[in-house]
């Protein structure tokens, strides 16, 4: 009987097969996790970022609101509602036909030659830029109760 050829030694020992295969199973894991988790990141992101904007958007209007009370109402009325030396600024025709960055910079520089300071620390004024699209989003917060007031300029009230 012909003896059997003697194996040769395997090319890697078993213990180093197992333990590389371990890796590699794990490997697998972690990159299948890893797209799971960009995937979920991807879904979950638009509507985080809606959220932080409506939070942000209250509290702008809140802070704005206790600005314009303390800092604006005496001119253009109580909540903007106009009756005093300035321009009634809850207004339909006025918030319809000014964009957020025009009422930026009424507010941030003011209208020379006219009562209205400037407000911005740029120009003078107190506010930071912050605070002063704080005051905007609060105006802006207006505009979809906004009565009919076509003398704003003249400072005329909502009848
Ligand atoms: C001392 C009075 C006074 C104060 C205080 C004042 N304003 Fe005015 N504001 C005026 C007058 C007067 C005008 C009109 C200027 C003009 O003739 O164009 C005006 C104009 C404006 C306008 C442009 C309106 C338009 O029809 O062109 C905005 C916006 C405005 N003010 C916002 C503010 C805000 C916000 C504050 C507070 C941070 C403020 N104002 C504080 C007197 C004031």
């Not at 894991?29 to 797209?35: A, E, W």
Request: charged share 20%; with cysteine; net charge positive.
């Amino acid at each position: 009987m012909p003896r059997d050829r003697p194996e040769p030694p395997p090319f890697e020992p078993e213990w180093l097969e197992r333990s590389l295969n371990r890796y590699l199973a794990w490997g697998l894991v972690f990159m299948v996790l890893l797209l799971v988790g960009f995937v979920a990141y991807r879904v979950r992101e638009p509507g985080l970022r809606r959220s932080a904007t409506r939070a942000q958007t209250t509290s702008y209007t809140d802070i704005g609101h206790q600005t314009f009370s303390a800092s604006c109402s005496q001119c253009h009325g109580k909540d903007a509602s106009g009756g005093g030396s300035a321009p009634t600024l809850n207004s339909s025709q006025f918030l319809k036909s000014t964009t957020d960055a025009q009422i930026f910079s009424l507010v941030a520089g003011g209208v020379s030659g006219t009562e209205m300071p400037a407000w911005s620390l740029d120009y003078g004024g107190t506010f930071t830029d912050e605070q002063v699209r704080q005051v905007v989003t609060y105006l802006r917060s207006l505009e979809p109760r906004a009565p009919s007031v076509p003398g704003w300029r003249q400072s005329d009230k909502a009848k």
